[in-house]
């Protein structure tokens, strides 16, 4: 049980796309999900909490408008890097909090995205 | 939430018992004690939490001092596949955030 899925796993774009990602709860309800940030040799960043149904709340130094997320359902999220460039080649995992069900949370296994 | 202290790696023989301390001095009364490790190139994934009480699960046992200020994750039997880096994080109750300090990299020698 609590298995989250990320789509797609890894992703190569051009500088200036825009790429989606997915998170899926596939066996619970999350009315809260997370998005995290991995650099290589690094420990996980939180960037954004994702709340179903309102907006998401962007840790210091994100720019809400660069990652775009959507948590429109109880089992998915979306995490859109907007006008992406090499900077924001990074490991993305995205993790789901079983609603109501205190303070454990279940991670994805990640998305690499590279930008050429 | 209450900031952790974790030597930064250790080793750790096949089949032995690999224990992984955490300090945590300025843990408030109703903070859990959370573990969860990452292999490379993958998501973390839970081990085991734990508030007052020692805690054992299928993949651990969390001992938590009785002044709560350190704790310590025991894998029994490791294996090689128990190489990853073991975070200990306390989320802050109602703040629902896990904040990922640098861990203790776990090398598991055959």
């Known amino acids: 049980g609590a298995v989250v899925s990320q789509h797609p796993s890894r992703v190569i774009c051009k500088s200036g796309t825009s790429v989606k990602i997915e998170c899926r709860s596939l066996?619970?309800?999350?009315?809260?999900m997370f998005w995290y940030r991995q650099f290589p040799k690094k420990s996980l960043m939180l960037m954004a909490t994702?709340?179903?149904?309102?907006?998401?709340?962007?840790e210091q130094g994100v720019e809400k408008d660069k990652f775009l997320i959507n948590h429109a359902s109880l089992t998915l999220s979306t995490l859109t890097v907007t006008s992406a460039h090499p900077e924001d080649s990074s490991f993305y995992i995205c993790?789901?909090?079983?609603?109501?069900?205190?303070?454990?949370?279940?991670f994805g296994p990640g998305t690499r995205l590279l930008v050429l | 939430d209450a900031k952790t202290t974790q030597p930064p790696s250790m080793d750790c023989a096949e089949g032995r018992a690999a224990n992984l301390p955490c300090n945590h001095s300025?843990?408030?009364?109703?903070?859990?004690v959370y573990w969860y490790r990452q292999i490379h190139s993958q998501g973390p994934q839970y081990i085991i939490h734990?508030?007052?009480n020692n805690e054992t699960n299928e993949m651990a046992s969390l001992i938590i001092t009785e002044d709560r200020k350190s704790s310590t994750l025991i894998l029994p039997h490791a294996t090689l596949r128990d190489t990853a880096v073991y975070y200990c994080?306390?989320?802050?109750?109602?703040?629902?955030?896990?904040?990922f300090g640098q861990g203790t990299r776990l090398t598991i020698n055959p």
């Open positions: 993790s789901a909090r079983p609603t109501g069900i205190g303070e454990t949370q279940y």
């Open positions: 066996d619970f309800q999350a009315t809260t």
């Open positions: 994702s709340n179903e149904g309102s907006k998401a709340t962007y």
């Open positions: 300025t843990i408030s009364g109703n903070e859990y």
């Open positions: 734990g508030l007052k």
């Open positions: 994080i306390l989320p802050s109750v109602g703040a629902q955030k896990l904040v």
